[in-house]
């Protein structure tokens, strides 16, 4: 996979667990809200190894990083 796709997926993902109204108005279902939560670590796991690259492209300085 490309790691944009990896951070978009990521995105979305989060953005839907986060946002409670989909549980409670029943868009999403509790195991498919378990199923998402799943799904985001395994993303997390996929963009691990690209993590440092990721921060350096964003050209955030170092002293906000330590």
Known sequence: KDIIG???NTYA???L???IAFLRYGYLSPQQ???IRKEIAKL???LRPHAL???D???I???YLS
Do not use: K, Y
């Open 13 to 15: 993902l989060i953005t």
């Open 6 to 8: 990896l951070l978009r």
């Open 44 to 46: 997390c796991d996929e």
């Open 17 to 19: 667990e986060e946002d």
């Open 57 to 59: 492209s964003f050209g």
């Open 33 to 35: 809200s378990q199923m």
């Open 61 to 63: 300085p170092q002293p």
């Open 53 to 55: 690259a990721l921060v």
